[in-house]
């Protein structure tokens, strides 16, 4: 933490938090290139709620980073009915289309989460596990004695496919294949520099051809639609039974009004699970590979307890170890693949802490400041899963999935994968660490990573 801050301070004619001055484009660079640093700075500077501006103009407007577990939990349990978050990934519509969980708000928004969650919970659990670790398996087969991988890449490989067969399953099926092809061509750009800038300047949407920034991503997104629509013409005409993804349980699902979701409400939905069910977990497992190589005793007492369960590869049993499951909440306390949860816009004045906030206010729950507090978690930059054996944290205290009507969906279903794969990857090959390079987290579209140059060894089969 540097001794004197370069970012002054400004208290808000509208009365917002103090933060930073500097203008709102050296604030968007900080926040895209050295997050962490950005708001540890701020913290240290500002405190328990500070505002800064990575956007001017338009429909962007400062955003509220809270960290005070007593604030986050006034936020989130105030009733949700008189908040908004869509509205805050408005610059996401263009892609994962209106009807997308993630951008709508009230009625639509829970019809949709009542359909789509069940899918990602109790016996759903169980197949997909199984079919984690055989899409694990196929993917280490590549592991040779001596080769060493670049773990993020690996692991953002990993889940792609994983999640694309929770989802859209039919695995022999071209559209499938080539959905696993385009897919990362098109994340790949939207995780880009160019993808952040075309996708929030509306201005600069102009389509020079598809070798230009707004070509490409129009002709990326109609090629992953054709797919989708195919493949959920193939969803309808399946037998019942025959097939267990989201997408045939979505176009047969009904809610309890007997409704079901129309084709392009599908479409949206499948989209934004494909999108919000990777990048995610790949970090999070890249994460933890790195902790895990990096402390030794860590590394040796989670080989014992993986070991103890001897053949048995049942996906529940995997799931139920202690020092695992304490290994994975500690990766995301450290390093929560996103560091702030979603935007909470009161729709009318709304009183936080020493502060009214106007309506539309972006008031947001920052998820990795909360989990850096020392009068929470001792030493909190150091990786002690044992911190979360025997302890229990509140869940305005430690909330790696955010809370209230927008928690994460996929939560269940993303620390099942985390689990199955590193116990997979640790119980099967010795691995090490090949590189000596620092790793800094670095941003991946709206998640934080390790570096893609860093590096483990595998060094044979256990
Ligand atoms: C380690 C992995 C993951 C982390 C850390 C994570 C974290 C989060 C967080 C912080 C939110 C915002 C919650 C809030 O504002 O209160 C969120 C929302 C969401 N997540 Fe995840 N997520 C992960 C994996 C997944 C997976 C695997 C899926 C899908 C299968 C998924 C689908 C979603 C969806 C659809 C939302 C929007 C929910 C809504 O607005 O109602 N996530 N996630």
């Known amino acids: 933490?540097?001794?004197?801050?370069?970012?002054?301070?400004?208290?808000?004619?509208?009365?917002?938090?103090?933060?930073?001055?500097?203008?709102?484009?050296?604030?968007?660079?900080?926040?895209?290139?050295?997050?962490?640093?950005?708001?540890?700075?701020?913290?240290?500077?500002?405190?328990?709620?500070?505002?800064?501006?990575?956007?001017?103009?338009?429909?962007?407007?400062?955003?509220?980073?809270?960290?005070?577990?007593?604030?986050?939990?006034?936020?989130?349990?105030?009733?949700?009915?008189?908040?908004?978050?869509?509205?805050?990934?408005?610059?996401?519509?263009?892609?994962?289309?209106?009807?997308?969980?993630?951008?709508?708000?009230?009625?639509?928004?829970?019809?949709?989460?009542?359909?789509?969650?069940?899918?990602?919970?109790?016996?759903?659990?169980?197949?997909?596990?199984?079919?984690?670790?055989?899409?694990?398996?196929?993917?280490?087969?590549?592991?040779?004695?001596?080769?060493?991988?670049?773990?993020?890449?690996?692991?953002?490989?990993?889940?792609?496919?994983?999640?694309?067969?929770?989802?859209?399953?039919?695995?022999?099926?071209?559209?499938?294949?080539?959905?696993?092809?385009?897919?990362?061509?098109?994340?790949?750009?939207?995780?880009?520099?160019?993808?952040?800038?075309?996708?929030?300047a509306p201005a600069a949407q102009i389509s020079l051809g598809p070798l230009s920034p707004w070509g490409y991503y129009l002709k990326e997104t109609k090629a992953i639609d054709q797919l989708l629509y195919k493949l959920m013409a193939q969803a309808k005409q399946s037998k019942e039974g025959d097939r267990y993804d989201v997408l045939t349980m979505l176009v047969n699902t009904r809610d309890q009004e007997g409704e079901t979701l129309s084709d392009k409400e599908i479409r949206d939905e499948i989209l934004t699970l494909l999108i919000s069910g990777h990048e995610t977990v790949a970090a999070a497992m890249s994460w933890a590979m790195y902790y895990i190589h990096e402390n030794p005793e860590v590394k040796a007492k989670l080989i014992a307890e993986i070991e103890s369960l001897g053949e048995n590869t049942d996906p529940m049993s995997i799931f139920k170890l202690p020092y695992l499951t304490a290994v994975c909440d500690e990766t995301l306390r450290l390093r929560p693949s996103l560091i702030v949860a979603f935007t909470r816009m009161p729709k009318e004045k709304f009183s936080l802490g020493n502060f009214e906030f106007e309506p539309r206010t972006n008031l947001m729950p920052c998820i990795y400041l909360t989990h850096q507090r020392p009068s929470i978690f001792k030493s909190p930059r150091e990786f002690q899963p044992e911190r979360f054996l025997g302890q229990q944290y509140s869940p305005y205290e430690y909330y790696p999935f955010g809370g209230s009507n927008r928690r994460c969906i996929g939560a269940a279903y993303a620390m099942y994968e985390m689990k199955i794969v590193l116990a997979n990857i640790l119980r099967n090959w010795k691995i090490a660490r090949k590189d000596l390079i620092t790793v800094k987290a670095r941003r991946r579209g709206i998640t934080i990573t390790p570096p893609d140059a860093f590096k483990l060894e595998v060094f044979g089969r256990r």
Not at 98 to 106: I, K, P, T
Request: hydrophobic share 35%.
């Open 1 to 200: 933490m540097p001794q004197k801050s370069k970012i002054g301070s400004k208290a808000d004619s509208m009365n917002l938090p103090k933060g930073p001055d500097t203008p709102w484009f050296v604030q968007y660079y900080a926040w895209l290139y050295k997050p962490l640093e950005f708001l540890d700075e701020c913290s240290a500077r500002y405190g328990d709620i500070f505002t800064i501006q990575i956007a001017k103009g338009g429909r962007h407007r400062p955003m509220i980073m809270i960290s005070d577990p007593t604030l986050v939990q006034q936020l989130l349990t105030a009733d949700f009915k008189n908040f908004e978050s869509g509205e805050g990934h408005h610059s996401m519509k263009d892609y994962v289309g209106e009807n997308s969980l993630l951008v709508s708000d009230g009625a639509l928004h829970r019809k949709h989460r009542t359909i789509i969650k069940p899918q990602f919970y109790g016996d759903h659990l169980k197949v997909y596990g199984e079919r984690m670790r055989e899409i694990c398996n196929q993917e280490m087969s590549a592991f040779r004695h001596g080769g060493s991988f670049s773990v993020r890449e690996f692991m953002q490989e990993l889940s792609m496919k994983i999640i694309v067969d929770t989802v859209v399953g039919a695995r022999d099926s071209e559209e499938t294949q080539e959905l696993q092809r385009c897919f990362p061509r098109f994340m790949n750009w939207l995780t880009s520099l160019s993808g952040h800038i075309f996708t929030n």
